[in-house]
């Protein structure tokens, strides 16, 4: 890719995050590639399928737009899965009698028919249950710990550590944390160490993986061996749990989920938010994976930045000997590179090329020119609804049960319509979701309360002040 492209593309992205919102591209584009640009032509790359179809289905035309905003002779946007170097972990292999496939439409989408075929015993009772890739690089040897995410990564060495018998000390283990902060390496770290005895059986899935398997097992009439099969393993781990979609397979892994942690099996997931923000999930599917431990690995600080940076050019140098970054260039890619570990490993990547390439050393100049797309602006504090509540009660002196509460008293009503109104100019969420987050009120309260508020501090200083403040600590 040219130094041009890049630039296009920076742009392109930074279109579509103000077009779509922070969430919804952390969610859906964040990790998307630019592939190449031919004539009229883009061609973009995700990591998996579910991806592609979502964006496919959903975004085409807003990507396209995008990018008509920068080239206007642009007028077609290809999706594809890029593939990497990628190995299976070893899991039990259970016979079945037919192999589910799943097919894709004429325009890519993935089609709602799975074709079984005849063919001999398979090495799973459904292809999910071999497992999603798995990176042989997302070990515990190659994660680095930091202040940020200790908790994470020591919760995670006790589940790996772990004997099949044992008690277990917390279940399940919820991980979550923005996009490129090392949910996804832990994840897998646990399931290498897992796997790499035969006394546990450890199986990886991406929550994609979980759903085309259940679909294909109901397809073809295979749906009890299938739940067998899952609730006989010892260590479960789900991937991008934020994807999890459909009543139905949303049930069945609430049964699943009963099912092994009643059996005292271990469960571990990550998602790109806490269990109570998964609003497409079921009530009863968040309370559960509340109910264990939850931890968020925060954003990477600049001394951890620089250990990851050094962790990367020491992997790069078991191939290339002779690769060399200087200090002063670390120290810059960990000053200016703030935004996550993928940028990180990609400016390595870059540096890399760059200079083996055009056999030139690395040099601060190199890269500041190599790296300048990586550099974002430091984005606003993601504001939670649960942060709004728990700041404006300890401004009012009231609970935050009270502001769920049905209580109509003076003392409650007022705050919880500023906490209702701060939700709604803070946050991303509509009139229905923050109304459900306040005790399933109706979205026309919301908005009464958004306007009263509103009308309120046009005229009112002391509660312009009051609003002024609040926003000031939720912030800060």
């Given at each position: ?248 397979t949303q049930a069945e892994f609430c049964h699943t989920l009963n099912a092994l942690i009643d059996a005292g099996r271990q ?17 009863r599917v968040r309370s559960r994976l509340a109910g264990g431990l939850v931890v968020e690995m925060g954003s990477l600080g ?175």
């Open positions: 890719m040219t130094n041009v492209e890049q630039d296009r593309w920076s742009r392109v992205k930074g279109r579509l995050r103000s077009s779509v919102g922070e969430d919804v591209y952390s969610s859906w584009f964040a990790r998307m590639d630019l592939e190449s640009v031919q004539d009229e032509s883009v061609h973009l790359s995700v990591p998996t399928r579910f991806l592609k179809s979502w964006i496919q289905a959903h975004y085409a035309e807003r990507v396209l737009t995008c990018w008509q905003a920068e080239m206007p002779q642009v007028h077609r946007v290809d999706v594809t899965v890029r593939t990497a170097m990628r190995v299976n972990a070893p899991v039990k292999e259970v016979a079945a009698p037919v192999e589910a496939r799943r097919s894709e439409g004429r325009d890519g989408r993935p089609s709602s028919e799975l074709r079984a075929t005849a063919i001999a015993p398979v090495s799973a009772t459904h292809e999910a249950l071999g497992g999603s890739p798995l990176d042989p690089r997302l070990t515990f040897g190659s994660f680095v710990v930091g202040r940020s995410n200790t908790l994470a990564h020591a919760a995670a060495r006790q589940v790996a550590e772990g004997r099949r018998g044992d008690s277990v000390m917390f279940n399940p283990l919820y991980i979550h944390a923005g996009v490129g902060l090392g949910k996804t390496h832990l994840l897998q770290a646990v399931t290498w160490a897992g796997n790499s005895g035969a006394e546990r059986k450890v199986l990886y899935l991406t929550a994609e993986k979980f759903m085309y398997g259940f679909v294909a097992a109901l397809k073809t009439q295979t749906a009890l061996a299938f739940k067998e099969a899952l609730r006989g393993i010892d260590v479960l781990v789900i991937d991008d749990m934020q994807f999890l979609q459909g009543k139905t469960v571990v997931i990550a998602a790109d938010r806490p269990p109570a923000d998964l609003e497409s999930l079921d009530e600049e001394e951890l930045r620089l250990g990851i940076l050094k962790s990367r050019v020491a992997a790069a140098r078991a191939h290339h000997a002779t690769f060399e970054v200087p200090l002063p260039v670390l120290d810059y890619l960990a000053r200016t590179i703030t935004h996550n570990g993928r940028d990180l490993e990609g400016a390595i990547n870059r540096l890399l090329a760059h200079s083996k390439l055009n056999a030139t050393p690395v040099t601060l100049e190199m890269a500041e020119r190599e790296v300048r797309d990586l550099i974002r602006p430091m984005e606003p504090k993601r504001i939670k609804i649960e942060d709004i509540q728990r700041v404006v009660a300890r401004q009012y002196n009231v609970s935050r049960s009270d502001l769920l509460s049905s209580r109509r008293t003076a003392n409650v009503v007022r705050p919880r319509q500023v906490a209702m109104y701060l939700a709604k100019t803070l946050t991303l969420r509509s009139l229905p979701e923050i109304g459900r987050r306040f005790g399933g009120r109706d979205h026309t309260t919301v908005l009464h309360a958004v306007r009263k508020i509103e009308a309120l501090v046009g005229k009112d200083v002391a509660l312009q002040d009051e609003v002024e403040s609040l926003k000031r600590q939720l912030q800060e």
